[in-house]
């Protein structure tokens, strides 16, 4: 920690010594920059390490007792959190900015995660299907093809199972997962792995 400070102080000694070249900064701005350095928050030995190479503090009789009365007199700027501490008004204002914003990500984040996955999208479509068309099987070819043509020939084949009066036997891999591969035609079929894509329509097998 004191590494970091004092490397802090000579950064701050050679802002000034820049600063020498075009324009000195004010002593308020010193102490505001010292604790911008420094976080937002720090104590005073701190603030008056940095603080005092930014400005021209010798006209002053006692220089931190000069910082000492920019902290206390500055309240739209400066806050005392504890003895010895200070800190900028804006610091609690980031940290409020940055509390909400973390909020704001936990309930996008929420939302995400209740969203359907494409799966459970699917198998809600077969069952709405089955449960719509039960007395009307032959009205299904729509939503067979539908299913073809954004590659999921697994609810297409447990339509035609469906429809065939046959139980349904989805071939999955042990996380419960379709595994993809692709079609003849280059589409995409969710196909268990080591398991063969078998295009319905031609019966064609694909290694």
């Given at each position: 920690m004191v590494k970091g400070i004092n490397n802090l102080v000579v950064m701050a000694k050679n802002c000034n010594f820049a600063a020498k070249k075009t324009k000195m900064k004010t002593q308020k701005e010193a102490i505001i920059e010292a604790l911008n350095l420094l976080g937002g928050k720090a104590n005073l030995d701190?603030?008056?390490?940095?603080?005092?190479?930014l400005?021209?503090?010798t006209g002053s009789k006692d220089w931190k007792a000069t910082i000492r009365c920019y902290l206390q007199k500055e309240t739209d700027v400066f806050r005392s959190t504890k003895r010895s501490w200070?800190?900028?008004?804006?610091?609690?204002?980031?940290?409020?900015?940055?509390d909400q914003r973390i909020k704001e990500l936990e309930a996008d984040n929420a939302r995400l995660r209740a969203v359907k996955t494409e799966d459970a999208f699917v198998k809600r479509i077969v069952r709405e299907t089955k449960q719509l068309y039960k007395h009307e099987k032959e009205?299904?070819?729509?939503v067979r093809?539908?299913?073809?043509?954004?590659g999921r020939n697994d609810a297409e084949e447990e339509l035609d199972a469906w429809i065939e009066g046959r139980e349904y036997k989805p071939t999955i891999n042990v996380s419960g997962d379709y595994v993809i591969t692709k079609h003849i035609d280059n589409k995409v079929n969710g196909v268990a792995p080591g398991a063969t894509g078998i295009n319905v329509n031609d019966k064609q097998e694909i290694a």
């Open positions: 701190d603030i008056y390490r940095l603080a005092y190479p400005a021209d503090f200070w800190e900028l008004v804006s610091y609690q204002e980031e940290i409020a900015k940055r009205k299904i070819e729509v093809q539908i299913f073809y043509k954004v």
